[in-house]
């Protein structure tokens, strides 16, 4: 059983960074497609990422070219970059794991002022 926990969420200026941490618990997480999500206010959830335990990536095209996703399997933990924001990424970020029944975190806000 996955257990996730997120980190590094904050306030930041339109233009600046980010780097979102997910913690996972368990032994299959190096096993494990991982996700990252967001979901802004009033608005339905979305796929931000994909990690594949292999290490291939995939993004949202609203994010291509400014988030990275990375993991550290040796650290069972999972990565994400987040560069040039725009006040329409601002949300709450959860971390996901591809299972079933799918894991999530409790989320960590990102809040991006213009």
């Known amino acids: 059983q996955v257990q996730l926990a997120e980190s590094g969420g904050g306030l930041v200026q339109a233009g600046g960074s980010l780097r979102l941490s997910c913690a996972a618990s368990g032994s299959i997480f190096r096993i494990t497609t991982m996700d990252w999500y967001r979901q802004a206010p009033g608005k339905q959830r979305e796929l931000v990422a994909t990690?594949?335990?292999?290490?291939?990536?995939n993004y949202a095209d609203s994010v291509k070219g400014r988030f990275t996703i990375s993991r550290d399997n040796a650290r069972n933990t999972m990565y994400l970059q987040m560069n040039s924001l725009k006040p329409e990424d601002t949300a709450v970020y959860y971390c996901?794991?591809?299972?079933?029944?799918?894991?999530w975190g409790p989320g960590t806000r990102v809040t991006v002022s213009s």
């Open positions: 996901s794991s591809d299972t079933f029944p799918r894991r």
């Open positions: 990690i594949t335990s292999g290490g291939s990536t």
